[in-house]
């Protein structure tokens, strides 16, 4: 009886697979010509997408680089407007964001915000560095810090001290000392000493081998010191 129940399952087993593999091949044959066009249409889509990234998008972005080389140079020799806008001969980071957009990558638009906070344009400097995306952790620090330069420079002391906190958050190096030191200052500008405080005593505990940590115990007494307000 056990055997007979066992072959009758094992038939049933069978019938049920066969009746899946043919309502698959009765759904193809009658959907072939759909099936084949999907499948058609992600191959071209597919090749359309390499070609284009290899006959378009790659070309842009090698000739984008190989134009910031001259506005990099400048930056470098401090030549902050010829950076940003080139001399007529040579393309600047703002030109050649504007000719390649995201291709030119994400170095130029850190270049290009840079260059106007050290040309004192304050809000394009905020709208370029706001736009950087980088990986690397010491420059989209760096960017942050820049920002909340532009922000002071603008007055947005809030929106200052919020960059310079990021900055400190994203390097945990003797960078970060510098980040944690205009957080400071900028909270005692907005009246809150004890805020100010917190962040010199951690430059003092976490980073006293950097530039800020030697001098940063008269930071430290100017407001343990400061007469308490009436």
């Known amino acids: 009886m056990a055997n ?17 593999v ?9 959907n072939k010509k759909i099936i084949w066009g999907v499948l058609g249409a992600a191959v071209i889509i597919g090749v359309a997408i390499l070609c284009y990234h290899k006959f ?5 972005r090698a000739e984008a680089q190989e134009q910031m080389y001259p506005a990099e140079a400048s930056f470098r020799a401090g030549n902050y407007d010829i950076a940003l806008n080139g001399d007529g001969n040579v393309l600047g980071f703002a030109q050649v964001i504007d000719e390649y957009g995201s291709k030119a990558g994400a170095a130029a638009y850190f270049y290009a915000g840079v260059c ?9 400097a905020v709208s370029y560095l706001g736009k950087y995306n980088g990986k690397d952790e010491i420059l989209k ?25 990021k ?11 510098s ?21 010199y005593k951690k430059i003092k505990d976490q980073y006293p081998q950097s530039m800020e940590g030697y001098d940063i115990d008269k930071y430290i ?10």
């Not at 043919?22 to 009658?30: C, D, M, P, Y």
């Not at 620090?141 to 906190?165: F, I």
């Open 4 to 20: 007979v129940t066992l072959k009758d399952q094992e038939k049933k087993q069978q019938e049920n697979v066969a009746e899946k």
């Open 116 to 124: 106007e906070l050290q040309l004192g344009n304050f809000e394009n």
């Open 22 to 30: 043919s309502a698959v091949e009765k759904f193809f044959n009658e």
């Open 167 to 177: 900055a400190a958050g994203v390097v945990d190096n003797l960078f970060a000392a």
């Open 221 to 230: 007494s100017r407001i343990e010191n400061a007469p308490a307000s009436k």
């Open 141 to 165: 620090a760096r960017a942050l810090g820049c920002k909340g330069d532009a922000y002071t420079g603008l007055q947005k002391l809030d929106d200052a001290l919020s960059c310079y906190e």
């Open 179 to 199: 980040y944690l030191l205009k957080a400071g200052v900028v909270c005692e500008e907005l009246g809150k000493p004890e805020k100010a405080l917190g962040f």
């Open 56 to 60: 378009y998008a790659e070309p842009r």
